[in-house]
């Protein structure tokens, strides 16, 4: 369904997957990767979303490099550069911002694991975006701007996930709620990444009923 797109980044160019959906027009939503790189389960996450009536685009924040390898994973997502990272995604917000497909000319964005911290990352830094959805955020790196946060913020969560686990989603809804972000989460009886229908974790009754509720969240928020 989607192609490849060149788009600017802070004076230089970035690339990404763009899918446009059958009706020629829907909202811009930006999908943020995991840390495999841009594979095709997020090519398919990307025809997923235009096939909701979404303009999507997962900009390629390893520029090229991708991987099946966790270790070798792990390794690139501590090698990325966070500020760099932002930069693609600004320039995929004020992409989608411009493209004539988008209409409304509202902007979300959507991330699982690496690309959820990034998702909520991004919308922290860009108050222009209109709604966020975060799938199992992790990154030791990643400390969103929380007090400059404007967008509304879905949260999905695996009750089995030893990366993002119970005490690290009580301290950011706690942290949303005292900053009075709006901000719904739901936990699943799974693991990390269960949304990944190509990983050892997934989990496909938690998977759809989890992309049901982000769809009809992101319809809600940009419509």
Request: hydrophobic share 45%; with cysteine.
């Amino acid at each position: 369904m989607g192609d490849m797109v060149t788009f600017a980044a802070n004076g230089r160019q970035a690339d990404g997957y763009l899918a446009i959906p059958k009706p020629g027009k829907g909202p811009g939503l930006v999908v943020v990767q995991e840390y495999w790189g841009l594979v095709p389960h997020i090519r398919a996450v990307v025809d997923r979303a235009a096939g909701e009536g979404f303009v999507a685009l997962a900009p390629d924040l390893y520029h090229g490099e991708t991987t099946t390898s966790a270790d070798q994973a792990w390794k690139m997502l501590l090698a990325m550069r966070v500020d760099e990272a932002e930069k693609d995604l600004r320039g995929a917000i004020r992409f989608l911002e411009a493209h004539p497909a988008v209409s409304p000319k509202k902007i979300g964005t959507i991330g699982f694991c690496m690309g959820g911290a990034l998702s909520l990352y991004a919308a922290s830094k860009n108050p222009n975006v209109a709604a966020c959805v975060v799938f199992y955020g992790v990154h030791p790196s990643i400390k969103p701007d929380l007090a400059n946060l404007k967008a509304p913020v879905l949260g999905i969560y695996g009750a089995k996930d030893d990366f993002v686990n119970a005490e690290v989603v009580k301290a950011l809804d706690e942290e949303l709620t005292r900053l009075g972000k709006r901000h719904e989460f739901h936990t699943y009886p799974a693991g990390h990444a269960f949304f990944n229908d190509t990983g050892k974790n997934y989990n496909a009754a938690a998977a759809a009923d989890a992309w049901q509720r982000a769809m009809t969240f992101l319809k809600r928020e940009l419509s």
